[in-house]
């Protein structure tokens, strides 16, 4: 097995972890303990996640041309989790709104992995050298530890929340 394999098999374990989370947390109803908790959780999984995958993979595919464009999307795409994850945060998790924002963030969180691991992931791989897979190995597991011990939720103000 490559480094690279291994790379997005840690990748792809982070994602079966969200995808646990997203779960849990559709389980969940109104203003509860065990949202709250599930949600900040899965808010700092993504968030800690998101950067040691730039860091790590993205920085590394940009040098690439081949797989500039697939990369920027992806980025893009992360910025766009931010933001709803902030929303979120800021939505009253009792009101009927909380459910269907999380229902429609859900259902895009799954796509972009889905993107990653299907398409992505498999293409990175051809062009992926060993300097490439020893930085980022070395990067990602230390980057999601420091970004995760300073992860938290970062509402936007209650009035700006999304409709």
Request: proline fraction near 2%.
């Amino acid at each position: 097995m490559t480094e690279a394999t291994e790379i997005f098999q840690r990748l792809k374990k982070d994602h079966d972890k969200h995808r646990e989370l997203l779960d849990k947390l559709l389980e969940t109803s109104g203003d509860s303990a065990e949202r709250k908790t599930l949600f900040e959780e899965l808010t700092k999984e993504l968030k800690s996640h998101a950067a040691a995958e730039e860091q790590a993979l993205y920085s590394t595919m940009l040098r690439k041309p081949p797989t500039t464009d697939e990369t920027r999307h992806s980025v893009a795409e992360h910025h766009e989790i931010d933001e709803a994850l902030n929303d979120l945060a800021a939505t009253d998790m009792s009101e009927g709104g909380w459910l269907m924002k999380f229902k429609s963030f859900e259902h895009r969180y799954r796509h972009h992995i889905d993107e990653e691991e299907e398409d992505h992931f498999p293409d990175f791989e051809k062009h992926l050298d060993d300097e490439d897979r020893q930085h980022m190995e070395r990067v990602f597991e230390r980057r999601k530890e420091e970004e995760k011990a300073e992860a938290e939720l970062t509402p936007e103000k209650k009035e700006d929340a999304k409709e």
